[in-house]
């Protein structure tokens, strides 16, 4: 299953990066997520890797992520692997003009279990949660 969503971000692309790449943002604007385990020195260097502790609807789960690409302030990609399967999401910012960047999120993912098969079925509903933190991000980076 594939997906890009995007939106609008009022900032320069600079000051959006620098807010992406904070070690400690994501749980700022990253709703759930209750703590981030680095496992590499430098996070956000290609092959740093971490563990995501997140709660959702009050259930824990844990999903590892590996850095893949870095082309910062344009461009990350993040593998992440769970008991739902593999996915891969590559986050793109785009320099409208002084003040305005486009971020793009592409999605990938590989789902195992009984995810293979409703997974497709609820596209909508993993491109809804990809949206809500595309805002949250949005409304973290402006402030």
Same mark, same amino acid.
Do not use: C
């Given at each position: 299953?594939? *997906?890009?969503?995007?939106?609008?971000?009022?900032?320069?692309? @600079?000051?959006?990066?620098?807010?992406?790449?904070?070690?400690?943002?994501?749980?700022?604007?990253?709703?759930? /997520?209750?703590?981030?385990?680095? /496992?590499?020195?430098?996070?956000?260097?290609?092959?740093?890797?971490?563990?995501?502790?997140?709660?959702?609807?009050?259930?824990?789960? $844990?999903?590892? #992520?590996?850095?893949? #690409?870095?082309?910062?302030? *344009?461009?990350?990609?993040?593998?992440?692997?769970?008991?739902?399967? *593999?996915?891969?999401? #590559?986050? $793109?910012? #785009?320099? /409208?003009?002084?003040?305005?960047? @486009?971020?793009?999120?592409?999605?990938?993912?590989? /789902?195992?279990?009984?995810?293979?098969?409703?997974?497709?079925?609820?596209?909508?509903?993993?491109?809804?949660?990809?949206?809500? *933190?595309?805002?949250?991000?949005?409304?973290?980076?402006?402030?």
């Amino acid at each position: 299953m594939k *997906y890009t969503i995007s939106n609008t971000i009022n900032k320069p692309i @600079k000051v959006v990066a620098e807010k992406f790449m904070e070690p400690d943002g994501a749980l700022q604007w990253m709703e759930g /997520l209750q703590k981030i385990e680095r /496992l590499s020195d430098k996070p956000y260097e290609v092959g740093a890797k971490s563990r995501f502790h997140s709660l959702h609807k009050n259930k824990k789960f $844990v999903i590892n #992520e590996t850095i893949i #690409e870095q082309n910062m302030p *344009y461009q990350i990609k993040f593998a992440f692997t769970s008991s739902m399967g *593999y996915n891969e999401v #590559e986050m $793109v910012f #785009e320099k /409208l003009n002084d003040n305005t960047t @486009k971020q793009i999120n592409n999605s990938y993912f590989q /789902l195992k279990g009984i995810m293979k098969f409703i997974g497709p079925l609820m596209k909508g509903m993993f491109k809804k949660q990809s949206m809500k *933190y595309l805002n949250a991000f949005k409304e973290y980076a402006e402030k």
